[in-house]
């Protein structure tokens, strides 16, 4: 299995899913419960507190995504997404496309989880060197 991402014309997921109403409710609830547990969001990556609206949701896990009779479901557990700013999202799918490890002989969970670790310590030692 590849992590790489595929082109938007042949997914589904992407030119579907991402615009179904039942992501948009999912996401809205994964929100509400992340403050409901936490009291506020912050990305993953660089763990700035952020709004719902300045944060995209990644999938470690497609297997709560299905279509089913033509209709979307999204029943992702919460631990099955991470709230990232689209600036970090977009370096956490660059790492898993381009690292042959994690976009190839790693789980989609691990690859993404292994990714956002190094995200952080990246991110966090470039805001030292900048203070």
Not at 54 to 76: F, I, K, N, P, T
């Amino acid at each position: 299995m590849s992590n790489m991402r595929k082109p938007a014309a042949r997914n589904t997921y992407r030119t579907g899913f991402l615009h179904s109403r039942a992501w948009f409710a999912r996401r809205d609830r994964w929100f509400r419960e992340e403050v409901e547990r936490h009291g506020q969001l912050r990305c993953e990556a660089c763990l700035q507190v952020a709004t719902n609206r300045q944060l995209e949701l990644h999938h470690l896990d497609y297997s709560g995504v299905a279509s089913v009779d033509g209709r979307w479901q999204a029943r992702e557990p919460h631990e099955d997404l991470v709230a990232l700013h689209p600036f970090c999202h977009e370096l956490l799918h660059r790492l898993l496309d381009r690292d042959i490890v994690l976009s190839r002989h790693r789980s989609r969970r691990n690859g993404s989880l292994f990714a956002i670790n190094r995200l952080q310590h990246k991110l966090a030692s470039r805001s030292e060197d900048h203070a």
